[in-house]
């Protein structure tokens, strides 16, 4: 899963908790921050939303807060050192592998490092590092030290290559005296947004998504390629996963981890992309493409280095348009919904609307090039063929892939 930033979990209010999280084994993981009694308000809240919850408490958490605490209100003994042994000696393995979440309130600056560089060195950071699927965190603070380069960079590591996911704290007056950013979440903020996070709404649909460039070999050791960081395509397919669809992940290469709960495809050029796309696509029940295909590619892939003369006279043949041959291969079925990508730089509107019919697909998702590009974030107007355009703010790519995901759930 991708990482991204919730700066809008109170806009998912919540009138009714039961139940919203039936089924849900959530291993809670609380650090040792003052933010750590609130952990004990949202164990109770997850547990009355149906959630199983298996708490591990860090060692310095234990200073905040006792483990009875937490015991008492998750309904199960609480792990805290790595050879404590509550439940038998292999609980760094046995307690991931059972959760389906782990979410860590609060995450405090240290052990957020040590999740950065893959420690191991207590029981919270060895069962953080053996598990595989979605975390989300909260991290609380003292502004300064939330606001350190080292701890920033911790986040985007733990954003970019872990694919982790964070609640950001909040600003006001913390515990230290001082006023900053720092503050953890609420924990009916925590609770909301893993209620939005959990939706199974597009369980049992089948959904293709497409990402990354395609690279086109010249020779060993040069290609031709696009700029694209693949980070909309691998918010759709972790977002569509979460969600409860099928998801099989098509991608160019990236350096991503790929989201938990998808088929991945690896590929690498544009061939390879429209036969991967081919052997899915029948039975999908949309494919959105987000992949940034090499529009041309060298007439022949040369086994020996290019000597630097000839590099300026490369022949050239166009790449197959993928999206337009599944626009062609469904004409007139209502499935699988095809969605495309157009990046543009300029004229977006009449860009996006000929590419939309072009292509015979269902909807198209235009964005500028100075919006989009490698960042978290991005600014889209999606054309349908069938309704009015939606246009969004600057939104994180994760909205953004809720909002793609939407419109096939409609
Ligand atoms: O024509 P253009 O490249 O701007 O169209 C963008 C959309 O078409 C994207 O969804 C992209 O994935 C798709 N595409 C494709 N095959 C190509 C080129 C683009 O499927 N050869």
């Known amino acids: 899963m991708r990482f991204h930033d919730f700066h809008d979990t109170t806009r998912f209010g919540m009138t009714d908790n039961i139940n919203t999280l039936k089924g849900m084994h959530i291993l809670l993981g609380v650090t040792g921050g003052i933010a750590a009694y609130k952990s004990a308000e949202l164990c109770r809240l997850l547990v009355k939303a149906g959630a199983t919850v298996q708490v591990v408490m860090s060692e310095s958490a234990c200073e905040f807060i006792t483990p009875l605490t937490m015991e008492?209100?998750?309904?199960?003994?609480?792990?805290?050192?790595?050879?404590?042994?509550?439940?038998?000696?292999?609980?760094?393995?046995?307690?991931?592998?059972?959760?389906?979440?782990?979410?860590v309130a609060p995450a405090t600056a240290d052990y957020l490092a040590r999740c950065a560089t893959g420690r191991a060195c207590d029981l919270i950071s060895s069962i953080t590092l053996a598990f595989d699927g979605p975390v989300i965190a909260a991290p609380a603070m003292n502004t300064n030290m939330y606001n350190n380069p080292a701890t920033q960079r911790n986040l985007k590591t733990l954003r970019d290559a872990h694919g982790w996911q964070f609640i950001e704290p909040n600003a006001g007056e913390l515990a230290c005296g001082t006023t900053g950013k720092g503050r953890m979440a609420e924990?009916?903020?925590?609770?909301?947004?893993?209620?939005?996070?959990?939706?199974?709404?597009?369980s049992g649909m089948t959904i293709v998504v497409t990402a990354g460039p395609t690279v086109e070999d010249i020779d060993p050791v040069r290609y031709i390629s696009n700029r694209s960081s693949g980070k909309t395509g691998y918010a759709i397919a972790s977002?569509?996963?979460?969600?409860?669809?099928?998801?099989?992940?098509?991608?160019?290469?990236?350096?991503?981890t790929p989201p938990a709960g998808c088929n991945v495809v690896q590929v690498r050029s544009a061939l390879?992309?429209?036969?991967?796309?081919d052997a899915h696509s029948d039975g999908a029940d949309a494919i959105i493409m987000c992949a940034a295909v090499a529009d041309y590619r060298p007439a022949t892939v040369s086994r020996e280095k290019v000597k630097k003369p000839q590099l300026s006279h490369i022949e050239l043949v166009p790449n197959p348009d993928i999206l337009a041959g599944l626009g062609q291969k469904y004409k007139g079925q209502t499935k699988p919904m095809l969605i495309g990508f157009a990046l543009e730089t300029e004229n977006i509107e009449t860009n996006a609307t000929q590419k939309l019919k072009q292509k015979g697909i269902d909807a198209i998702v235009s964005n500028l090039a100075s919006d989009a590009l490698e960042g978290d974030h991005t600014r889209v107007t999606v054309y349908l063929k069938n309704g009015n355009p939606i246009q969004t703010d600057v939104i994180p790519k994760l909205q953004l892939a809720d909002l793609v995901l939407n419109l096939i759930h409609q």
């Open 272 to 277: 390879e992309m429209a036969s991967a796309v």
């Open 187 to 202: 924990p009916s903020q925590i609770l909301a947004t893993l209620q939005r996070l959990v939706k199974t709404d597009l």
């Open 72 to 103: 008492t209100l998750s309904g199960r003994p609480v792990p805290v050192r790595m050879f404590g042994r509550t439940r038998g000696p292999l609980e760094h393995i046995d307690l991931p592998t059972e959760a389906d979440i782990m979410v």
């Open 239 to 256: 977002r569509a996963a979460i969600r409860g669809a099928h998801v099989i992940l098509i991608s160019g290469p990236v350096s991503l």
